[in-house]
Protein backbone atom coordinates (compact mmCIF):
# COMPACT_ATOMS: atom_id res chain seq x y z
CA UNK A 1 0.00 0.00 0.00
CA UNK A 2 1.20 3.52 -0.74
CA UNK A 3 -0.71 5.65 1.49
CA UNK A 4 -3.11 5.21 3.94
CA UNK A 5 -5.86 8.10 4.67
CA UNK A 6 -7.11 7.68 8.49
CA UNK A 7 -10.47 9.38 8.69
CA UNK A 8 -10.67 9.66 12.82
CA UNK A 9 -14.18 11.17 13.17
CA UNK A 10 -15.21 12.80 16.34
CA UNK A 11 -14.40 11.80 20.16
CA UNK A 12 -14.08 7.92 19.45
CA UNK A 13 -12.55 7.95 16.06
CA UNK A 14 -9.48 10.40 17.82
CA UNK A 15 -9.27 7.29 20.51
CA UNK A 16 -8.83 5.31 18.32
CA UNK A 17 -6.38 7.60 16.13
CA UNK A 18 -4.22 7.79 19.48
CA UNK A 19 -3.84 4.08 20.35
CA UNK A 20 -2.99 3.37 16.53
CA UNK A 21 -0.24 6.34 16.36
CA UNK A 22 1.08 4.87 20.02
CA UNK A 23 1.13 0.98 17.89
CA UNK A 24 3.49 2.97 15.09
CA UNK A 25 5.85 4.75 17.66
CA UNK A 26 6.27 1.14 19.45
CA UNK A 27 7.39 -0.08 16.16
CA UNK A 28 4.32 -2.32 14.55
CA UNK A 29 4.93 -2.91 11.03
CA UNK A 30 2.09 -1.22 8.92
CA UNK A 31 2.57 -1.81 5.07
CA UNK A 32 1.99 1.48 4.27
CA UNK A 33 4.13 4.12 2.79
CA UNK A 34 2.76 6.91 4.54
CA UNK A 35 -0.07 7.88 7.25
CA UNK A 36 -1.91 10.49 6.32
CA UNK A 37 -4.38 11.62 9.24
CA UNK A 38 -7.68 13.33 8.66
CA UNK A 39 -9.67 14.20 11.78
CA UNK A 40 -12.93 15.52 11.88
CA UNK A 41 -14.80 17.08 14.55
CA UNK A 42 -16.62 20.54 14.87
CA UNK A 43 -16.25 20.47 18.78
CA UNK A 44 -13.84 23.05 19.18
CA UNK A 45 -12.31 22.22 22.64
CA UNK A 46 -12.40 18.45 22.17
CA UNK A 47 -9.82 16.55 24.44
CA UNK A 48 -9.81 13.53 22.70
CA UNK A 49 -8.85 16.04 19.26
CA UNK A 50 -6.06 17.58 21.30
CA UNK A 51 -4.17 14.82 22.68
CA UNK A 52 -4.00 13.19 19.02
CA UNK A 53 -2.48 16.68 17.28
CA UNK A 54 -0.16 17.29 20.19
CA UNK A 55 1.24 13.10 20.02
CA UNK A 56 1.30 13.34 15.98
CA UNK A 57 3.77 16.51 16.74
CA UNK A 58 5.96 14.67 19.22
CA UNK A 59 6.08 12.08 17.06
CA UNK A 60 7.61 13.53 14.24
CA UNK A 61 9.57 16.42 16.40
CA UNK A 62 12.87 16.99 15.71
CA UNK A 63 15.78 17.64 17.93
CA UNK A 64 16.07 21.74 16.99
CA UNK A 65 16.43 24.67 20.06
CA UNK A 66 16.92 22.07 22.33
CA UNK A 67 13.78 19.76 21.84
CA UNK A 68 13.55 15.93 22.02
CA UNK A 69 13.03 14.19 18.79
CA UNK A 70 10.53 11.83 18.50
CA UNK A 71 10.26 7.91 17.27
CA UNK A 72 9.17 8.94 13.87
CA UNK A 73 12.10 11.18 13.15
CA UNK A 74 14.42 9.17 14.87
CA UNK A 75 13.65 6.12 12.31
CA UNK A 76 14.12 8.28 9.21
CA UNK A 77 17.58 9.17 10.51
CA UNK A 78 18.42 5.88 12.09
CA UNK A 79 16.44 3.46 10.50
CA UNK A 80 18.94 2.04 8.51
CA UNK A 81 20.50 0.72 11.98
CA UNK A 82 17.42 -0.73 13.37
CA UNK A 83 16.20 -2.49 10.59
CA UNK A 84 13.83 -5.13 13.07
CA UNK A 85 12.12 -1.50 14.10
CA UNK A 86 9.65 -0.81 11.39
CA UNK A 87 9.40 2.78 10.64
CA UNK A 88 6.01 4.51 9.06
CA UNK A 89 6.01 8.28 8.48
CA UNK A 90 2.70 10.37 9.67
CA UNK A 91 1.78 13.49 7.58
CA UNK A 92 1.04 16.58 9.03
CA UNK A 93 -2.95 15.91 9.80
CA UNK A 94 -5.75 17.55 8.38
CA UNK A 95 -8.41 19.37 9.95
CA UNK A 96 -12.00 19.14 8.76
CA UNK A 97 -13.04 20.39 11.83
CA UNK A 98 -15.36 23.29 11.40
CA UNK A 99 -15.41 25.50 14.20
CA UNK A 100 -18.93 25.24 15.48
CA UNK A 101 -19.07 28.71 16.98
CA UNK A 102 -18.40 29.93 13.25
CA UNK A 103 -21.65 27.82 12.24
CA UNK A 104 -23.93 29.15 14.71
CA UNK A 105 -26.51 26.76 14.16
CA UNK A 106 -28.80 24.55 11.54
CA UNK A 107 -31.13 27.45 11.34
CA UNK A 108 -28.27 28.90 9.80
CA UNK A 109 -27.58 26.67 7.36
CA UNK A 110 -31.25 25.59 6.19
CA UNK A 111 -33.08 28.54 5.66
CA UNK A 112 -31.69 31.62 7.81
CA UNK A 113 -32.62 33.83 4.52
CA UNK A 114 -35.30 31.86 2.82
CA UNK A 115 -38.94 32.85 2.94
CA UNK A 116 -42.39 32.23 2.20
CA UNK A 117 -43.23 34.40 -0.37
CA UNK A 118 -41.25 32.35 -3.21
CA UNK A 119 -42.86 29.21 -3.64
CA UNK A 120 -39.82 26.88 -4.50
CA UNK A 121 -38.49 28.57 -0.38
CA UNK A 122 -41.32 27.65 0.94
CA UNK A 123 -41.32 24.40 0.10
CA UNK A 124 -37.42 23.82 1.37
CA UNK A 125 -38.85 25.94 4.54
CA UNK A 126 -41.87 23.10 5.21
CA UNK A 127 -39.97 20.42 4.07
CA UNK A 128 -37.32 21.85 6.72
CA UNK A 129 -39.83 22.17 9.78
CA UNK A 130 -40.89 18.93 8.77
CA UNK A 131 -37.20 17.08 9.40
CA UNK A 132 -36.40 19.10 12.25
CA UNK A 133 -37.62 20.71 15.70
CA UNK A 134 -37.17 24.15 16.54
CA UNK A 135 -34.73 22.44 19.25
CA UNK A 136 -32.71 20.94 16.47
CA UNK A 137 -32.44 24.18 14.44
CA UNK A 138 -31.54 26.49 17.30
CA UNK A 139 -28.93 23.77 18.82
CA UNK A 140 -25.53 25.16 19.40
CA UNK A 141 -22.73 23.20 17.75
CA UNK A 142 -19.76 23.97 19.56
CA UNK A 143 -19.41 20.49 21.04
CA UNK A 144 -20.75 18.83 17.91
CA UNK A 145 -23.84 17.13 17.81
CA UNK A 146 -25.00 15.73 20.97
CA UNK A 147 -26.07 12.37 19.81
CA UNK A 148 -27.71 13.56 16.70
CA UNK A 149 -26.92 12.04 13.07
CA UNK A 150 -29.81 13.67 11.35
CA UNK A 151 -27.98 17.03 12.59
CA UNK A 152 -24.41 16.22 11.89
CA UNK A 153 -25.17 14.82 8.37
CA UNK A 154 -26.33 17.91 6.81
CA UNK A 155 -24.02 20.06 8.94
CA UNK A 156 -20.99 17.97 7.64
CA UNK A 157 -22.45 17.06 3.76
CA UNK A 158 -22.83 21.04 3.95
CA UNK A 159 -19.67 22.61 5.23
CA UNK A 160 -16.58 20.10 6.27
CA UNK A 161 -17.03 17.71 3.15
CA UNK A 162 -17.55 20.89 0.77
CA UNK A 163 -13.49 21.79 2.19
CA UNK A 164 -11.01 21.96 -0.30
CA UNK A 165 -8.60 20.07 1.96
CA UNK A 166 -11.14 17.12 1.29
CA UNK A 167 -11.70 17.65 -2.34
CA UNK A 168 -7.90 17.28 -2.46
CA UNK A 169 -7.59 13.47 -0.81
CA UNK A 170 -10.80 12.89 -2.67
CA UNK A 171 -8.25 13.67 -5.40
CA UNK A 172 -5.33 12.29 -4.72
CA UNK A 173 -6.06 8.66 -3.33
CA UNK A 174 -5.87 5.95 -5.90
CA UNK A 175 -5.61 2.38 -6.32
CA UNK A 176 -2.51 1.83 -4.69
CA UNK A 177 -3.52 3.66 -1.49
CA UNK A 178 -6.12 2.74 0.90
CA UNK A 179 -9.11 5.02 3.30
CA UNK A 180 -9.84 3.75 6.59
CA UNK A 181 -12.90 5.58 8.07
CA UNK A 182 -13.25 5.31 11.83
CA UNK A 183 -16.27 6.81 14.41
CA UNK A 184 -18.74 5.38 16.62
CA UNK A 185 -22.51 4.81 15.32
CA UNK A 186 -24.05 5.48 18.58
CA UNK A 187 -23.24 8.96 18.57
CA UNK A 188 -23.55 12.13 16.34
CA UNK A 189 -20.45 13.30 14.69
CA UNK A 190 -19.68 9.41 14.10
CA UNK A 191 -22.57 8.44 12.91
CA UNK A 192 -23.52 10.90 10.15
CA UNK A 193 -19.77 11.03 9.38
CA UNK A 194 -18.70 7.55 8.43
CA UNK A 195 -21.46 7.06 5.52
CA UNK A 196 -20.82 10.76 3.94
CA UNK A 197 -16.85 9.96 3.76
CA UNK A 198 -17.63 6.13 2.24
CA UNK A 199 -19.68 7.30 -0.34
CA UNK A 200 -17.49 9.70 -1.58
CA UNK A 201 -15.03 7.56 -2.08
CA UNK A 202 -17.11 5.01 -4.28
CA UNK A 203 -16.02 5.94 -7.78
CA UNK A 204 -17.34 4.44 -11.27
CA UNK A 205 -13.75 4.76 -12.12
CA UNK A 206 -11.23 1.42 -11.83
CA UNK A 207 -9.18 4.44 -9.93
CA UNK A 208 -10.85 3.68 -6.27
CA UNK A 209 -8.59 2.81 -3.03
CA UNK A 210 -8.72 0.34 -1.13
CA UNK A 211 -11.50 1.06 1.42
CA UNK A 212 -12.36 -0.14 5.12
CA UNK A 213 -13.41 1.30 8.14
CA UNK A 214 -13.59 0.45 12.24
CA UNK A 215 -17.24 0.78 13.08
CA UNK A 216 -16.80 2.02 17.20
CA UNK A 217 -20.02 0.19 18.86
CA UNK A 218 -21.05 1.49 22.79
CA UNK A 219 -18.07 1.00 24.83
CA UNK A 220 -18.88 3.33 27.74
CA UNK A 221 -21.38 4.54 29.78
CA UNK A 222 -22.25 7.54 31.97
CA UNK A 223 -22.11 7.62 35.38
CA UNK A 224 -24.64 8.41 38.13
CA UNK A 225 -23.29 11.46 39.21
CA UNK A 226 -25.10 14.31 37.70
CA UNK A 227 -22.46 17.11 36.40
CA UNK A 228 -25.58 19.34 34.33
CA UNK A 229 -25.22 22.46 36.35
CA UNK A 230 -21.81 22.63 34.41
CA UNK A 231 -22.81 21.00 31.31
CA UNK A 232 -25.35 23.97 31.03
CA UNK A 233 -22.86 26.83 30.79
CA UNK A 234 -21.73 24.85 27.19
CA UNK A 235 -25.52 23.51 26.45
CA UNK A 236 -28.64 23.17 27.25
CA UNK A 237 -29.27 19.74 28.53
CA UNK A 238 -32.90 19.90 29.19
CA UNK A 239 -33.24 20.42 25.54
CA UNK A 240 -30.25 18.78 24.11
CA UNK A 241 -28.70 15.54 26.00
CA UNK A 242 -26.98 11.99 25.77
CA UNK A 243 -28.35 9.08 27.68
CA UNK A 244 -26.42 6.19 27.55
CA UNK A 245 -29.31 3.96 27.97
CA UNK A 246 -30.02 4.77 24.36
CA UNK A 247 -26.74 3.94 22.72
CA UNK A 248 -27.65 0.35 21.37
CA UNK A 249 -30.56 1.76 20.01
CA UNK A 250 -28.90 4.51 18.28
CA UNK A 251 -26.37 1.70 16.55
CA UNK A 252 -28.80 -0.04 15.43
CA UNK A 253 -30.48 2.36 13.73
CA UNK A 254 -27.35 3.45 12.16
CA UNK A 255 -26.29 0.19 11.13
CA UNK A 256 -30.66 -0.13 9.49
CA UNK A 257 -29.59 3.33 7.66
CA UNK A 258 -26.25 2.67 6.55
CA UNK A 259 -27.41 -0.89 5.27
CA UNK A 260 -29.87 1.04 2.64
CA UNK A 261 -27.74 4.31 2.16
CA UNK A 262 -24.17 3.55 2.47
CA UNK A 263 -22.01 2.14 -0.46
CA UNK A 264 -19.81 -1.37 -0.27
CA UNK A 265 -16.32 -1.64 1.46
CA UNK A 266 -13.93 -4.09 0.77
CA UNK A 267 -13.44 -4.69 4.73
CA UNK A 268 -15.37 -3.55 7.87
CA UNK A 269 -14.42 -4.26 11.65
CA UNK A 270 -16.99 -3.55 14.75
CA UNK A 271 -15.09 -2.79 17.69
CA UNK A 272 -16.45 -2.24 21.41
CA UNK A 273 -17.44 -3.73 24.92
CA UNK A 274 -20.03 -5.37 26.46
CA UNK A 275 -18.63 -4.87 30.21
CA UNK A 276 -18.45 -0.73 29.60
CA UNK A 277 -16.70 1.52 32.28
CA UNK A 278 -18.80 4.36 33.68
CA UNK A 279 -17.45 7.94 33.37
CA UNK A 280 -19.02 11.37 34.12
CA UNK A 281 -21.16 13.22 31.97
CA UNK A 282 -19.94 15.92 30.21
CA UNK A 283 -21.30 16.73 27.17
CA UNK A 284 -18.12 17.77 24.97
CA UNK A 285 -15.34 20.52 25.64
CA UNK A 286 -12.08 19.62 26.90
CA UNK A 287 -13.52 17.58 30.15
CA UNK A 288 -14.82 15.09 28.26
CA UNK A 289 -12.61 11.87 28.74
Known sequence: MNNLYLFAIGGSGERVMRSFIMLLAAGVKLGANMVIPIFVDNDENSKALTRCQDLIKYYNANANNGGRMGIGTVCQQYGQQRSSFFQTPIEKPILLNIAGATIGNLKSII????????????????????????????????????GNPNIGSVVLNTLSFADPAFANVLQ???????????????????????????????????NCPTIGGVAVLPYFDFGAEDLHAENEKIIDTDKWDVN??????RTRAALMYYDDYMKD????YYVGDDNRAQYPHYVGGAKQD
Open 111 to 146: GSRLTVEDPLQKDILEERDLLFSEDDLSMKLTVGFV
Open 172 to 206: RASADDGVMVVGSLFGGTGAAGFPLIVNSFNRADN
Open 244 to 249: SDSFST
Open 265 to 268: MDFL
